[in-house]
């Protein structure tokens, strides 16, 4: 299939573009700035390095975003020249300063939503009859869990709203919509998360505390994510209705997927990884939310051991980390 995808130089979406590649569709992904812009700006590192490894394998279209009258020119141009796209994986969204309390989620619900109508038509009106669009498992009504199911946060209500403007206008403009619903996924390239945090205090010498070990979450390997998602997106049909896939990986306490982690890695990175996990009292946060769809791993020919072993070849590089199995300096000739 012909695939537009945009949010391709955010962490998730490196993964989404490569393994929608894999899977043998034509990807065509747009950025809202210049790749120039990414390298000029040092907090960008990483995004740098997620564009280095995008160019060789799709088509990158700088200065657009979704909604504006160039994005839909694009569905036109693509008809024209004789190879539409068949999906729109919409995975761009207003994500700034998220984690804050003050996050505003109608202006990201404007943002995310600027255009909508006119897009659907034209990319129907060019053939393009599917629209994939990413959610969150932190939204309101999303998860297994802890009920009721409230979104977690200003963020996460945006996404929820987000998500029931686009089921009623693509019901309306009779466009099958997707939607793939992200638990927490971390690997190789991830912003200074949870897993990154780990590593970076045990590449110092330090011993990272887990302060919420009792909250049961869904982690997943950013890889696995984005088999599902090429999957989901691979297979969903043109029936104007709306279809949702939530992928699911490690159901488990924090603290026991701090442990999972730090086995995986004293297995594979020659340093200690200690833990001191907090006793936990304080309740903010929905204790248990997790997604429901359990990813068979073996059809989607994923290998758990090379994904571990990804994540430490990564840390090892980004962090000066020796490896276990390679030579030392003194066993080299």
Known sequence: MRILLTGASSFTGLWYAEALVAAGHHVTATLYRARADYAADPLRELRVRRLEALVPHLALIERVTFGTDRFRSLFAEAAAAGHPFDVLCHHAADVRDYKSPDFDPVRALADNARGLVGTLRTMKAAGCLRLVLTGS??????GAGTQPATAFSPYGLSKGLTADLYAYYAAREGVTLGKVVIPNPFGPLEEPRFTAYLMRSWAEGRRPGVATPAYVRDNIHAALLAAAYADFVG???????????????????????????????????????????????????????????????????????????????????????????????????
């Open 235 to 333: 297979r969903i049909p043109v029936d104007g209705g709306f279809h949702v896939s939530r992928p699911s990986g490690y159901v488990e306490s924090q603290g026991d997927f701090a442990r999972r982690f730090a086995r995986e890695m004293q297995a594979r990175l020659l340093i200690a990884c200690p833990l001191d996990l907090a006793r936990q009292t304080d309740f903010p946060e929905p204790p248990i939310r997790i997604n429901t769809d359990r990813v068979d791993a073996d059809r989607l020919g994923w290998d758990e051991a090379a994904a571990w072993d990804a994540i430490a070849d990564f840390y090892a590089e980004r962090l000066n980390l020796p490896r276990r199995g390679a030579a030392t300096e003194g066993d080299r000739p």
């Open 137 to 142: 498992v932190f939204e309101q009504r999303e």
